[in-house]
């Protein structure tokens, strides 16, 4: 596969941010978690029919109930944490894309449901995290390609991801 040079700027007014995405993804705004409609919350899936794979993005206000910033932050590691049993490695690295937007990347390594899991964050009042999945099997060596391919338009994403 080709990268797709044409992204579709996703920008609708119930969410607090704008990314760009290819315009073989579908947008599916109709999340729910342990039953419980997520759409006013601006949670959203990334869809990528052709490979089987799902971008998961839940959005969080800081300082929302029981989320402070070090919580979100804790969390964000400790899901990428929970592929330990089956990982080879979890590498992290965190960025900032100026504008006051930084976060956190996670690779991880193996026969993991996940490969690849970021957070962003404005550190005031947004929190987003993102998780790639497949509705496959997890084995690094046929989802290797895949990987690859999809890592390059989640950091195209990241890097055009702003808040309102």
Not at 8 to 26: G, L, M, Q, V
């Amino acid at each position: 596969y080709e990268h797709d040079t044409n992204a579709i700027e996703f920008n609708e007014a119930a969410y607090p941010y704008t990314f760009e995405y290819p315009e073989y993804a579908i947008i599916d705004k109709k999340v729910e978690y342990f039953g419980e409609d997520k759409k006013g919350d601006a949670w959203l899936n990334v869809q990528y029919p052709i490979f089987k794979a799902t971008l998961y993005l839940s959005h969080t206000p800081i300082g929302r109930g029981q989320f402070s910033l070090d919580t979100l932050v804790m969390d964000a590691f400790k899901f990428a944490n929970n592929h330990n049993s089956m990982a080879s490695s979890i590498e992290d690295s965190t960025f900032s894309l100026g504008n006051h937007m930084g976060g956190a990347f996670f690779h991880i390594g193996g026969d993991v449901a996940t490969a690849y899991q970021f957070y962003l964050t404005d550190s005031t009042r947004h929190f987003i995290r993102g998780a790639l999945y497949f509705d496959a099997t997890p084995n690094q060596d046929s989802l290797a390609p895949v990987n690859a391919f999809l890592l390059e338009d989640i950091k195209h994403m990241v890097q055009h991801f702003h808040w309102k």
